[in-house]
């Protein structure tokens, strides 16, 4: 009997609920199964579980009665069980792809450089706002960092209406460019 005869069998039997025909594909295609599963990121019990799904859609096939077998029965199995783990690894985010070359990678030291750079422009701004002194500091942390009006910062710092205010935060902030960028000009 070939392979082809001996899987048609075993196909028949499970259509009809037969024993020895899914012990027989249980005994000759869990191996393959468990292997496939156990290597790419999963474990024992996922192998039992995903050849059961995968048995249980061969069953269903084979009880339609129209369902004809192209394939080996080990082949056909392998991927219906290879389909629903790459569908289980998807769904609970553990499906890596494989990476082929260094040319899929990220390139990430790029930006860590850009984020080293961008550390240190903070540094030197905050250094500079220290700098800075009142009532500078205040205002411009009241306006940009609090986001409060121009109309209640003039109130609280003394000003006689909010154009007054806002003169004053542009003469704040055209001194704290310039500590901020002697700063940048002498790291360099």
Same mark, same amino acid.
């Given at each position: 009997?070939?392979?082809?005869?001996?899987?048609?069998?075993?196909?028949?039997?499970?259509?009809?609920?037969?024993?020895?025909?899914?012990?027989?594909?249980?005994?000759?295609?869990?191996?393959?199964?468990?292997?496939?599963?156990?290597?790419?990121?999963?474990?024992?019990?996922?192998?039992?579980?995903?050849?059961?799904?995968?048995?249980?859609? #061969?069953?269903?096939?084979? %009880?339609? $009665?129209? @369902? /004809?077998?192209?394939?080996?029965?080990? !082949?056909?199995?392998?991927? +219906?069980?290879?389909?629903?783990? #790459?569908?289980?690894?998807? %769904?609970? $985010?553990? @499906? /890596?792809?494989?990476?082929?070359?260094? !040319?899929?990678?990220?390139? +990430?030291?790029?930006?860590?450089?850009?984020?080293?750079?961008?550390?240190?422009?903070?540094?030197?701004?905050?250094?500079?706002?220290?700098?800075?002194?009142?009532?500078?500091?205040?205002?411009?942390?009241?306006?940009?960092?609090?986001?409060?009006?121009?109309?209640?910062?003039?109130?609280?710092?003394?000003?006689?209406?909010?154009?007054?205010?806002?003169?004053?935060?542009?003469?704040?902030?055209?001194?704290?460019?310039?500590?901020?960028?002697?700063?940048?000009?002498?790291?360099?």
């Amino acid at each position: 009997m070939n392979t082809n005869e001996q899987d048609q069998l075993l196909l028949n039997g499970l259509a009809t609920n037969e024993k020895d025909a899914i012990e027989t594909i249980y005994r000759e295609h869990y191996g393959l199964i468990q292997h496939l599963v156990m290597t790419n990121n999963g474990t024992e019990d996922d192998a039992r579980d995903i050849f059961q799904e995968g048995l249980i859609v #061969l069953y269903e096939k084979s %009880k339609s $009665g129209h @369902f /004809e077998l192209n394939c080996q029965l080990k !082949t056909y199995l392998y991927s +219906v069980c290879r389909r629903l783990w #790459l569908k289980r690894l998807q %769904k609970y $985010g553990r @499906f /890596e792809p494989h990476i082929n070359g260094l !040319t899929d990678t990220v390139p +990430v030291e790029e930006d860590l450089d850009q984020h080293d750079e961008k550390n240190q422009q903070f540094g030197m701004m905050e250094m500079a706002l220290q700098r800075l002194g009142e009532p500078c500091k205040g205002l411009l942390e009241a306006y940009y960092l609090q986001k409060r009006n121009m109309q209640d910062i003039a109130d609280d710092y003394g000003y006689t209406n909010a154009d007054n205010a806002k003169n004053q935060k542009y003469k704040c902030l055209v001194r704290l460019k310039k500590l901020f960028f002697a700063q940048y000009k002498n790291r360099t």
